[in-house]
């Protein structure tokens, strides 16, 4: 599988029905030379026709200003749900290990924000909340884990997981996404 997103697909059992995208070291607003953000990855995303997606960006967003977050994301969010009509958007907050504890709440409610603002009915959208996926404890691979699991997630760039991190985060991000599922359902209901 590929990362945390074919670990989280393997545990749903969707393996077979999964296409994973991602472009590093961007976020909803913040751009990394020629690697677009958020809203420049749409057209992609668009070409794609997804009926279910997890949307998970927002750790490169750290430190930018709220609002523009929120504002992105509401935003893409409209603009994805025009354009996939029949698609169920899943966008999980950011969820951080060591070097990236400071500023997460901000730019997690900034997230949420742009989910409510988007006018996207909850029948269609969840905010998933990541909090405890990663719990920092000042580690990083290959040391042992103090009263978190940073150091048997997060590798020795205090940043990215490993393999075995990258089973925990799908494993973890896969129970998140069904209790994300059962607030949609209802919802719909």
Not at 6 to 26: E, K, P, S
Not at 102 to 129: E, L, M, W, Y
Not at 146 to 153: A, D, F, P, Q, V
Request: glycine share 14%.
């Amino acid at each position: 599988y590929d990362g945390w997103g074919g670990a989280m697909a393997q545990a749903l059992d969707v393996w077979d029905n999964v296409t994973t995208y991602g472009i590093g070291a961007v976020g909803y607003v913040t751009v990394n030379g020629s690697r677009p953000n958020f809203i420049g990855m749409l057209p992609d995303i668009v070409a794609l026709a997804p009926t279910r997606m997890v949307i998970a960006l927002g750790i490169n967003d750290l430190g930018v200003d709220g609002s523009s977050i929120t504002a992105s994301v509401s935003a893409g969010l409209a603009q994805l749900a025009a354009a996939l009509p029949n698609c169920i958007f899943f966008v999980l907050g950011p969820w951080s290990g060591k070097s990236f504890s400071s500023g997460t709440a901000v730019t997690k409610s900034a997230i949420q924000a742009g989910v409510v603002a988007s006018g996207i009915p909850s029948s269609r959208v969840v905010f998933c909340d990541v909090d405890g996926i990663i719990q920092p404890d000042n580690t990083a691979a290959p040391a042992t884990p103090g009263t978190g699991n940073t150091g048997h997630i997060i590798t020795s760039d205090s940043t990215h997981p490993g393999t075995y991190g990258s089973e925990d985060i799908g494993i973890a991000t896969a129970n998140v996404l069904i209790r994300g599922a059962q607030s949609i359902l209802a919802a719909a209901a």
